[in-house]
């Protein structure tokens, strides 16, 4: 059976799952803790990273980015890249921008600092990167926002990786308790829209031991 190896609160992780139920693809989820550097996870992928795709014939796809565009290749049933060139093009660029820009200037500072350091044993967060983290989100709740004001989706008029990407790294960022919806409210609407498909609802149910979200954080009618 096609295998996922993902690590449940990883964002790219997240989107890869929910890009696999969207296109109503039946995979295993196996669980990693990457910073383990597990020898059978560096069989599959030498970098010691999630996600990493294994089909059914045992080929072998590594890296949020390779796996999105190998199963919009792969299955077309679906597609979650848009029907157009300039579709594809505007889903891309908002793909390239939660998995890069928020991700260094939210997650990184946020979920990096507040999760990853205490399972790596890196000590407490720094202070300073919280801040910004929770000065930067704000933007980026504004700019999701202005796109749902003028779109039926981010990218355009259906669903998409977009908005996947997007709704991958908030979540994660959610789970934290960190991400002031009522002051965004259209953001809020849209995250609503998401949270409600049946793909993404799995991702609602994921914990971590010791950790808790907060209380809406799973509630579809937050």
Do not use: C
């Amino acid at each position: 059976m096609r295998s996922l190896h993902h690590f449940s609160l990883q964002p790219q992780s997240r989107r890869v799952r929910i890009q696999l139920r969207e296109k109503k693809l039946d995979f295993d989820p196996v669980p990693e803790k990457p910073w383990e550097r597990r020898e059978g996870l560096l069989q599959l992928n030498p970098a010691g990273e999630t996600p990493v795709l294994v089909e059914e014939g045992g080929a072998v796809i590594a890296g949020a980015y390779a796996i999105g565009e190998y199963l919009e290749d792969a299955y077309a049933e679906n597609p979650l890249l848009g029907r157009t060139a300039l579709a594809r093009a505007e889903t891309r660029r908002l793909v390239a921008w939660f998995d890069g820009k928020f991700e260094r200037e939210v997650t990184q500072n946020l979920f990096h600092e507040k999760m990853l350091k205490r399972l790596l044993g890196l000590g407490g967060p720094d202070s300073g990167a919280i801040r910004a983290g929770k000065s930067n989100i704000r933007i980026h709740l504004d700019y999701i926002s202005w796109l749902s004001d003028r779109r039926n989706w981010l990218a355009g008029d259906d669903f998409s990786l977009a908005d996947i990407a997007a709704a991958a790294q908030i979540s994660a960022i959610d789970y934290l308790g960190d991400v002031a919806w009522d002051q965004h409210r259209e953001a809020a609407e849209w995250y609503a829209r998401v949270k409600s498909r049946p793909s993404f609802r799995p991702i609602l149910a994921d914990t971590w031991p010791g950790t808790q979200p907060p209380p809406h954080y799973a509630d579809l009618d937050f």
